[in-house]
C-alpha cells in the first residue's frame, strides 16, 4: 500500500479522474440501446440485454443487442475505474475502519462489474449473476457506510447516501 500512497501523494487527481471516467458507461448504455432493431425498453429490459451476445427470447423478453461488445467492455472498463478508484481515492480520507470498509466495499462492486462484462447474462450465468449481485448489494452498502462517515460536505454526504443504484 505504500507504492499507491507514493502513487497518489505525487498524483493526487488520478483517483477521481478514475472515478469520473465512469460517466462512459452511462453514455454507452444510451448509445447500445438506441442501436437495438426492436427498440430497446428501459421499462422492460434489464441493462445485462444490452451486453447479452444472442439474439432472440431470452426469459420473458426478446433480447438483440447488435452492440453488446461495447456495452461489456463498458462494463469492465467501469469496474476497472471503480476498483482503481476507490484504491487512490480512500488514500485522500481520514483512515477509519468504516472508510476501509466502504471503499473495500466499492471496489468489490467494481469486480462483479468486471464479471458482468466477462460473463454477458447468456453466458455462465451464474457467474454473471454474482457479478451483478456485488454492485446492487455489496455497492449499496459501501455508499452508505461511506456516505455516513466521510467527512464531506453535508450536500455531498446526502447526494452519497441517495445515490443507491
Known sequence: MKAVKAFQNRYPFVGPIFWAVSI???LVQIVVALGWEQPYS???NTISDLGNTACGPYG????CSPHHALMNVSFITLGV???LGSMLIYQEFEKSLASAIGFWFMALAGFGTIL???FPENT???LHVLGASLPFLIGN??????GLNLAMPKSLRFYTLIQKQ
Not at 60 to 63: E, F, S, T
Open 24 to 26: 462512459q458507461y452511462y
Open 42 to 44: 428501459w421499462l422492460h
Open 60 to 63: 420473458d423478453r426478446y433480447v
Open 81 to 83: 475505474t471503480m476498483i
Open 116 to 118: 458482468v462484462g466477462m
Open 124 to 126: 455462465i450465468s451464474w
Open 141 to 146: 452498502m459501501g455508499l452508505i457506510i461511506l
